[in-house]
């Protein structure tokens, strides 16, 4: 491999010089105005920091967007598109009454915030497809906001897509950077989280959550590939504050319910990790520094009746278990499968020493050594694996058709007639139903897994998603909707849903 280095590096910089793709802002305009406009609002709603809700038939968009966009030393380009995205969450707010839905999403490798970029349209095209089911009774009282974080995740034009390749190391590294605002250690979290980027991440889910009302608006972030990077240094500090409160909590507290801590009050009610591009060590160290005491929390969704017994454990009572953070890739990534272990071990970075805390070292799993875990992504390492996702139509999905309990979760997509996978006999769309075993059910008696804690990670099969980057479909956004409230949660009709966290005993 090294005798090719010169090689890919005189390419790769050749292309640079022939198709760069531009370091720059590519959402200059305000979209509200006030004293702290330096422009009036553009005409062209596409150049603004954020694109409004429209439910006219002419745009017929049921949702907000707004940008917030990073240069590559980890500053914002505009300090006021953060502001933005905060007003618009407010709106959401308001409009619906305390039933908003943010989703803020963090774009990976060979993207950026470009109108024409395939990320930018696909995430619209599903927040609108999520907008119109969540809000189909008034558009007009619609909350649902989507926000793109976006850096110059790309260097090279597509014309030269394969050379693009070759800026691997690059833009790791400058998602680190970004994250970590240059710092000179990578392996501290603390300035990852005092970093721009992390602080608008926590400002962000802070607007969704603080105020009189709004802990029923529900917030869900979403990192890919690099993104996924990105997100997990940032959220790493509020993290282990989570696991410290909660730490004091269950030392005082011994009642089966737990009170919602600060920390976790304003954090987002789901955190995901798709197809991250990033080896397993931040994911061990998380888990290593709250597992012990998490290993018997399970966050819930409220009961859905009143008066239940204590004994009653059915979902109906106890509500729906779901993750806080959830680390997943497809079978069929091959980014992050193979592309992704050979390039930590040809061009590891630089400066940041692939060494483990004494205390994470002897917490290993089993079969777990050092060098995987610096060259391997957490959701392609069993050993770290929290569930079991089956197929029921070849195997036993008996636990999720009981319903006797709220851990076994009942996952269902519709399977387009043209993809691959589709064993449908008339060549129409094929439902496929699944169901998510925690790891604890599925493993042999007597063998605990090491990761039973509200951090999933697990496999999934290509029918969800079918490749690296190909994460904006309607089959990947019903596979999430189990992890979230139903739609009827959003409507004006309904009592607004609130957020339960639950202590159980060992095996139950």
């Known amino acids: 491999m090294k005798r090719f280095l010169p090689a890919i590096v005189l390419v790769s910089s050749l292309a640079t010089l022939t198709g760069c793709v ?31 809700l429209d439910p006219s038939a002419s745009q017929n968009r049921f949702y907000s967007m707004a940008f917030v966009e990073f240069k590559n030393d980890g500053n914002l380009w505009n300090p006021r598109q953060l502001e933005e995205a905060k007003k618009a969450i407010d709106e959401a707010d308001r409009n619906s009454n305390h039933r908003a839905l943010v989703v803020t999403f963090i774009h990976g490798w060979k993207n950026n915030a470009r109108s024409d970029n395939n990320n930018v349209h696909d995430f619209r095209e599903q927040m609108n497809h999520i907008a119109w089911k969540y809000c189909r009774v008034d558009p007009k009282q619609c909350g649902v906001v989507g926000i793109y974080v976006a850096w110059s995740g790309d260097l090279v034009s597509r014309s030269f897509n394969t050379v693009r390749t070759g800026t691997y190391a690059n833009r790791r590294n400058t998602a680190a950077d970004v994250a970590l605002h240059v710092a000179s250690s990578k392996e501290s979290a603390a300035k990852a989280a005092s970093s721009p980027l992390g602080l608008a991440l926590r400002d962000i889910m802070k ?8 802990e029923s608006n529900h917030s869900v972030v979403v990192g890919h590939s690099f993104g996924g990077l990105i997100l997990e240094y940032a959220i790493q500090n509020q993290m282990e504050q989570i696991g410290r409160e909660l730490h004091d909590e269950l030392g005082k507290n011994q009642s089966a319910e737990i009170p919602k801590t600060p920390a976790l009050a304003n954090f987002a009610d789901l955190v995901v990790l798709i197809n991250q591009a990033a080896p397993a060590d931040h994911a061990i160290q998380i888990l290593s520094q709250y597992r012990e005491d998490l290993q018997n929390v399970r966050l819930r969704w409220p009961p859905k009746k009143q008066g239940c017994p204590a004994s009653d454990t059915s979902p109906d009572c106890v509500g729906m278990s779901h993750p806080l953070l959830l680390s997943i890739s497809s079978e069929s990534d091959l980014a992050t499968r193979a592309v992704l272990p050979i390039a930590e071990t040809v061009f590891p970075p630089k400066d940041r020493p692939r060494v483990l805390p004494a205390k994470v070292l002897a917490d290993l799993p089993a ?25 029921c139509d070849k195997e036993d999905c008996a636990p999720c058709d009981r319903k006797d309990n709220g851990d076994d979760l009942p996952v269902s997509i519709m399977l387009p007639k043209y993809a691959p996978g589709n064993t449908d006999p008339d060549h129409k769309d094929q439902q496929i139903d699944y169901c998510l075993i925690p790891a604890a059910q599925a493993s042999p008696a007597g063998k605990k897994p090491w990761n039973q804690t509200p951090y999933w990670i697990f496999h999934i099969p290509s029918e969800v998603v079918p490749d690296h980057g190909t994460i904006f479909t309607d089959r990947f956004r019903d596979f999430l909707a189990a992890f979230m409230p139903p739609p009827e949660a959003f409507l004006q009709a309904t009592p607004p849903p609130v957020r339960g966290v639950y202590r159980v005993s060992a095996g139950q």
């Open 22 to 52: 531009a370091q720059k802002q590519w959402r200059t305009q305000p979209f509200y105005s006030g004293p702290a406009a330096t422009n009036p609002p553009a005409k062209n709603v596409e150049d603004r920091f954020v694109i409004p």
């Open 207 to 214: 607007q969704v959550k603080e105020g009189p009302g709004r």
């Open 367 to 391: 079969g777990l050594d050092v060098k995987k875990v610096f060259t391997t992504a957490a959701a392609h390492t069993p050993q770290l694996y929290s569930h079991d996702l089956r197929r």
